[in-house]
Every structure is written in C-alpha cells, then in structure tokens.
C-alpha cells in the first residue's frame, strides 16, 4: 500500500465497511427527546436518553444478526424498544405503548452519509472497482443507503445478519468476495476498526486499510496496516 493511502493499480475490488467508514448514526438520544416530545408530549433529560440508548444499543450489537428479513428485523426491533422503554424513567415509560416505543426508536436512527463518502465511491467506480459494503448490520442496511444516497453508488452490500457470522469472522470477507469475484491479493478492505475491519480482512488474505477519522496527523495506531483519515485519501 502506498503511504498516501491511494489505491494501487494492482487492486480490482474495495470493500467498505458501513457504520463509521460510509454512514454516521447522528446523536440519537438528542432525537429520542425531540421525538418524545414532538409526538407525544413527553419530557425527557438528555441523560436519562443517552443511558436508555446505552442499553439498547448494547442489546442490538449483541442480537443484530436476528435481523435477517423484514419479519426478524421487525421482531428484533421491538425487542430493542422493549429494551429501551425499560431503562425510561418510569413516569416517561407509562406514558408509551410498546409499538410507540417503536416507532420512537426508528424515528430516533438517523443516518448520514459522511461528505466524503459519495466522492470517493465516484471516484473508484470511475476506475472500474468493484465496491461492495461488509458490515455488521441487519437486514435494513440496503434501505439506509439508499436513503442517505449511495445505494447506487455500490455493487453490493453484504451483512452480518444476511452471513451469519459478522466480522472479523473470515465468512463474511469470503461472502464479499463471491460478489466482487476477484481474488483476496487484489481486494482491498477499508474500515474504522482495528479488530473488525484490520484483522479480520488480513486473516482472509485481504489487504487492509485503516480510516481513522478526525485523528491528527501522526503514527498510526496500527502497525499492520496504513492509516488514512479520509475517504478522500483513496483517490490522492
């Protein structure tokens, strides 16, 4: 790899991971608050937002594979919201039906795509890779990305819930290949985390790049792989 981060020519396929690399979650106990509030006349303190999101987001990472079609996700998405009305204080809790408790927690996920993202993917499609997002997610990442606008700007999405195994685990790398078709010496893997996205790409014989955003310049965290700090790096 180039110090730069630039793509080699050698390299036919980049995969992306998705939550961190392409899209941001955006402070989703912020709009927890205003949902509450705007739909159902609910106050509810920041604090007490971010601590209920805490337990739901940690109830999600551990069970995000169930999400495996639209009737699983649906189901994993109630039991997410179960998750957070229990941590609710109590006089804010009565005051939600289970399903409002879902549709507060949908209306709370809101993503975007970071502004680097759709350039880059612009410009690696305009030189011919292969691009395919691996990331631990449910079924519902193909709609994320069309919303925030970069579904078309991929040829394929390849989750953890749709493999069964989530990374670093090599099977979801090897899913990723079956779509690009090229082989693991000529793939590149560009991701924000050193275990998931680092070590689990160079186990299945990927190249690796790490993306560490809104680090200042320096050495990198990660002696096995070159660091960029934006998605911009790819095309320098």
Known sequence: MKPSGEVPR???AVLLDGLGTLVALQAPAAALVEALRDSHAVELSLADA???FGAEIAYYRAHHREGRDRDSLRELRHRCARVLRAQLPPAVASELSPN???EALLCALRFAAYPDAHGALAGLRARGLA???VSNWDASLPAVLRDV???GMV???VTSAEVGHEKPAREIFAAALSLTGTPP???????DSIEHD???ARAAGIRALLLRRGEADGESPYRGAPTIRSLGELLA
């Open 131 to 133: 691009l395919v997002v």
């Open 149 to 151: 606008g970069l579904e």
């Open 100 to 102: 409002q408790a879902t």
């Open 198 to 200: 680092v070590e689990g």
């Open 155 to 157: 040829d394929g999405v």
């Open 185 to 191: 010496r000529r793939t590149l893997h560009v991701g």
């Open 50 to 52: 971010e601590r209920a």
């Open 10 to 12: 050698e390299i036919e």
